[in-house]
C-alpha cells in the first residue's frame, strides 16, 4: 500500500536556507509536499485554507519576530504540529518555543536530511499522542458526567422523600409532636437541605467543567442581587451572632449579567466569609466603578475573620479544595 503524501508547510524567508531545507525533506522522504511562503501573514492564510502534516517555522520573519510568531502558527493551527528552524543566535527563544508547545527545533546550518525526517516524523507522533490524550480525557469526563447525574438522580429521590415526610410532622399532620422532638426534625430538616444543596453545587461544578452550565444573561441592577443575597444570608448570620452589612456606591450602573448566577456566586461567597468569621464579628458585601473604568461594577465580600493561609492561596480554585488550617478552626 502507498504511504500518503507528508505535506510540510514551511515557512522561511531566507532563499538559501528555504531551498536548502526543501533539498534535505525531499532526500530524506520523497514522499512528500513542500509549499513555502516566506511572510507569516502568508502561512496563515495558507493555514485557514489547507490543513499540513506539519508547519516548519522560521522565528523571524519580515512581518514577525520571535515568540509572537509561534505563538499566532498555533493558534492559527492548534492540532497541526511545529518544528521550528532556529539560528545559531535563536535557539534559547527556540528552547522557550518548545516549552509553550511547539514540538522540536532544529539549528539552521546543522540540519541532515536524516535529522529532518527523523524530527518530522517525531513531531507527528507527538502531536497524535497529545490529541489522542485529549480525545481520552473529554471521554473520561463525559464518564464521570454521567455517573455524577445518574447517582445525584438517584440521591434526590430518598432526599425529596424524607423532606416531605419530615415537613409533614412538624406540621403536626400525623399527630402532635413536642417541642423537643421538633428540635430533632428540624435538626434532620436542616441536614436534608444541606445535602440538597451539596448535590446541586457538585452537579452546577460538574457542567461548568464540561462547558455545559447555561448561562443567560440580561440587564440586571447588581444592587438588587446583593440585597437579595443579604436577605438570604441574614437568618444565617444572626444564628452565628456575626454582622452582615452591605455597602453600595450610590453611581452603580446595570449590568450585562445572568442573575442567577451572579446570586449564587454573592450567596456562597457570603456564606463561606460567615462560617470563617468569629461571633461580634462582620461581613460586608460592596459594588462599587472606579473614575478609570466606570462602566465596571467591582463587587467584594469581605470578612473579619482569619483569612486564607498565603500557602492555600494559590490553590484555593482548585475543585473541591479547603484549607485544612481553616477546617480545623471551624470545627
Known amino acids: 500500500m502507498d504511504r500518503p503524501e507528508t505535506h510540510v508547510l514551511l515557512i522561511e524567508d531566507n532563499p538559501g536556507d528555504a531551498d536548502l531545507v526543501r533539498l534535505r525533506l525531499v532526500e530524506g522522504e520523497p514522499q512528500v509536499r513542500v509549499d513555502c511562503v516566506s511572510r507569516l501573514s502568508d502561512a496563515l492564510e495558507s493555514l485557514s485554507r489547507e490543513t499540513p502534516s506539519l508547519v516548519l517555522l522560521d522565528l523571524n520573519l519580515p512581518d514577525s519576530k520571535g515568540a509572537e510568531t509561534f505563538r499566532k502558527v498555533m493558534e492559527m493551527a492548534p492540532n497541526v504540529p511545529v518544528a521550528v528552524l532556529s539560528g545559531q543566535d535563536d535557539e534559547a527563544l527556540a528552547v522557550k518555543a518548545v516549552h509553550q508547545g511547539v514540538q522540536d527545533y532544529l539549528v539552521k546550518g546543522d540540519v541532515s536530511s536524516k535529522q529532518l525526517e527523523r ?4 513531531a507527528v507522533e507527538r502531536q497524535a499522542l497529545l490529541r489522542s490524550l485529549e480525545i481520552a480525557r473529554k471521554q473520561q469526563i463525559e464518564f ?6 445518574h447517582v445525584s438522580h438517584e440521591l434526590r429521590t430518598p432526599l425529596t422523600c424524607i423532606h416531605q415526610y419530615v415537613t409533614l410532622l412538624l406540621d403536626g399532620l400525623a399527630g402532635p409532636v413536642v417541642p423537643e422532638q421538633a428540635d430533632y426534625l428540624k435538626t434532620v430538616l436542616k441536614s436534608v437541605n444541606q445535602l440538597h444543596a451539596m448535590i446541586r453545587d457538585l ?4 457542567r461548568a467543567e464540561s462547558g455545559k452550565m ?5 440587564c440586571v441592577s447588581i444592587a438588587e442581587l446583593m440585597q437579595q443575597a443579604v436577605a438570604m444570608m441574614t437568618p ?3 444564628g452565628r451572632q456575626v ?5 453600595l456606591d450610590s453611581r452603580i450602573p446595570l449590568v450585562h449579567a445572568d442573575p442567577d448566577r451572579i446570586l449564587e456566586v454573592l450567596i456562597n ?3 463561606n466569609a460567615l462560617k470563617f468569621t468569629d461571633p461580634e464579628g462582620f461581613v460586608t458585601l460592596r459594588a462599587s466603578t472606579t473614575e478609570t473604568d466606570p462602566e465596571s461594577v467591582y463587587v467584594s465580600v469581605t470578612d473579619t475573620g482569619r483569612g486564607i493561609s498565603r500557602e492555600a492561596q494559590a490553590l484555593i480554585f482548585e475543585r473541591l479544595y479547603q484549607d485544612p488550617d481553616s477546617i480545623d478552626n471551624n470545627r
Open 119 to 122: 524530527a518530522m516524523r517525531y
Open 203 to 206: 452537579l452546577e461544578a460538574t
Open 269 to 271: 461567597l457570603t456564606d
Open 243 to 247: 454582622g452582615l452589612e452591605m455597602g
Open 144 to 149: 464521570k458526567n454521567q455517573f455524577l447525574s
Open 236 to 238: 444565617t448570620a444572626q
Open 214 to 218: 447555561r448561562v443567560e444573561p440580561r
